[in-house]
């Protein structure tokens, strides 16, 4: 694109022109809006651009950039895992036992009072070969995959069963079941409880300190994600209790609702439900409790003077 300027003409008498840019794609262009005065559209104290004078726009508000949510694994969801029924295990346990006592028998090694009570023929046995060695760690091998998968599931407790790393799903199951002894087991507890905090700095509306004691009542709704999401989740509670009171003053109408959303919207990434957060007990700090003291004992004093 070629562009040209004409230089501005200064006449004895007349007023002076000014100059102009030409081009292709325009006729003629004012140089001085290119170089507007910076009263006309410099920046605010907080970056926000005023409008220029005589033209009527409006005043130009940097963009906000939104706030980045937690990222949270989306497989990374509770499951229920792949349990069998106790008899499975009892009955896997007693084939090993009794193929123990077999080998044992077969092999010449068995005890004599084991022989009477089971009932089996005296017999020399063959000794203890390689095949009574491998039938042998065979049936120990069954025996104690049977026996050691045995567990007890209890009402408000879980298990998050993990293999090499992996999630393999979550139990919540009550009674005797069996679950495969190679899985590693992470009890948790998925009861209603209850969190009383310690006194926690915080602020009032007109930025007095105070401290707060707050009632947390919440529950684990997603083990995968509270056992496996976050290092600790009951750690994660009480930073998201803290970080929710230091965005809210503490005597603000309605805080209660407003905590206990805050809380829940950051909580709910680690699979934990929170129910009310509420404060139970405000005071100030004990530096401005001694000068509300003072202030207090100077106004009586002074009424008392007069």
Not at 129 to 138: K, S, T
Not at 188 to 199: A, C, M, Q, Y
Request: charged residues 20%; contains cysteine.
């Amino acid at each position: 694109m070629s562009t040209t300027t004409s230089e501005s003409e200064q006449g004895p008498e007349g007023p002076r022109v000014p100059r102009l840019i030409h081009n292709e794609a325009t006729t003629e262009i004012p140089v001085h809006l290119l170089f507007r005065p910076a009263e006309a559209g410099q920046a605010g104290p907080a970056g926000q651009f005023g409008p220029r004078r005589g033209t009527g726009e409006q005043p130009r508000v940097p963009r906000r950039e939104p706030v980045p949510s937690p990222v949270v694994d989306p497989e990374l969801v509770e499951r229920p895992a792949r349990v069998l029924p106790s008899a499975v295990g009892v009955l896997a346990g007693g084939g090993g036992v009794a193929g123990c006592v077999m080998a044992a028998w077969w092999a010449g090694v068995l005890p004599p009072l084991a022989g009477e009570l089971t009932g089996l023929p005296a017999y020399a046995g063959a000794g203890l070969g390689a095949p009574q060695w491998a039938a042998l760690a065979a049936s120990g091998a069954v025996g104690l995959f049977g026996f050691g998968g045995l567990a007890r599931g209890r009402t408000g407790r879980a298990w998050v069963l993990g293999l090499f790393g992996r999630y393999r799903g979550t139990v919540r199951r009550t009674g005797l079941m069996w679950v495969n002894p190679l899985l590693l087991r992470h009890r948790i507890d998925v009861r209603l409880r209850h969190w009383r905090s310690e006194p926690m700095p915080v602020v009032d509306a007109h930025g007095l300190a105070l401290r707060v004691v707050v009632l947390v009542i919440w529950r684990v709704r997603d083990t995968a994600r509270a056992v496996l999401g976050v290092e600790d989740y009951e750690r994660y509670l009480r930073e998201c209790v803290e970080a929710a009171l230091a965005r809210l003053p503490a005597d603000t109408e309605g805080v209660r609702e407003k905590l206990t959303r805050s809380v829940a919207a950051d909580a709910a990434v680690a699979g934990l439900q929170v129910f009310s957060v509420q404060p139970v007990r405000t005071e100030y700090a004990p530096e401005v409790a001694a000068a509300i003291q003072r202030r207090r004992l100077a106004a009586l004093d002074a009424q008392d003077g007069d």
